[in-house]
């Protein structure tokens, strides 16, 4: 284990300094959501198509009532999530309704799973289509995560601006 993380560690310090933080606890906890989220999609999936849509004869028909609900559920259940435990810091900055960020999530979202389903397509055509989805998954989940940390969970300016100012040396304070 330490192997790995030791192979992270030196992977992370070659990324510019302001991403390095980013990528060590809010994206991992991104990550964590977001298969817990895969958890919550296969089990409703699993659940509505099994029992809760069952009186549905046509299968196609009934799992497409149950991916919508599948998918329903698990965007509601990251979201939350999301909000409770990747960007708990922001929680008092953000000054909009839950409504409003979760329609700001759900575009974040659906831009990602476009284009995830673009370059899984245009992967496919230079590799197995199996890792060219994994490949894809982690590419769009990058941009999941940075449209979330820049656009529905984003800090206000004066905020930034002041720890901008906090962290940059203090030139006037020389003799």
Not at 66 to 80: G, K, W
Request: charged fraction near 20%.
């Amino acid at each position: 284990m330490s192997a790995l993380r030791s192979f992270a560690e030196a992977v992370i310090r070659r990324l510019p300094e302001r991403l390095q933080p980013m990528v060590r606890w809010r994206f991992i906890k991104f990550g964590v959501v977001g298969a817990s989220g895969t958890v919550v999609n296969l089990a409703v999936l699993y659940v509505a198509q099994e029992f809760l849509f069952s009186r549905i004869a046509d299968f196609h028909d009934r799992l497409n009532y149950s991916i919508a609900l599948a998918i329903t559920v698990a965007t509601i259940s990251n979201f939350y999530w999301n909000r409770r435990l990747t960007w708990r810091d922001r929680k008092h900055e953000v000054h909009h309704s839950a409504l409003f960020l979760f329609g700001k999530y759900v575009m974040a979202a659906g831009l990602a799973i476009v284009l995830q389903s673009l370059l899984t397509k245009w992967l496919a055509l230079y590799m197995h289509y199996l890792l060219a989805n994994v490949l894809a998954i982690v590419l769009s989940s990058v941009c999941n995560f940075v449209a979330n940390d820049r656009m529905t969970f984003r800090r206000r300016r004066a905020k930034i601006a002041a720890a901008d100012e906090t962290l940059a040396p203090h030139t006037h304070d020389k003799p």
